[in-house]
């Protein structure tokens, strides 16, 4: 087994409700258990596979540091940006 834990992937948007900034990012999920038996998650950037925090606790917004942010299924900021009238 993976010492690391099996690993899953997932996806999310965010949307900052005071900015109005919309950001997607995707998040390498270990499944781990602890030495009592306990199953725990630890969330990783698929780029380097550095440790982040988890986006589910309190995300930040990147473009005003607000916690104030709505987390919705992939590909939603990605579809409004399409929609929008380029310039």
């Known amino acids: 087994m993976d010492p690391r834990g099996t690993t899953t992937h997932e996806e999310y948007s965010f949307a900052c409700l005071r900015c109005g900034h919309g950001w997607e990012r995707a998040y390498e999920i270990r499944h781990h258990t602890d030495r009592d038996g306990r199953p725990f ?3 990783h950037d698929p780029a380097d596979g550095g440790r982040v925090p988890s986006p589910l606790t309190r995300p930040v917004c990147p473009n005003c540091e607000s916690h104030v942010v709505r987390i919705m299924r992939p590909g939603r ?7 929008l009238p380029r310039e």
């Open 41 to 43: 998650v630890t969330y």
């Open 77 to 83: 900021v990605y579809t409004a940006e399409q929609a």
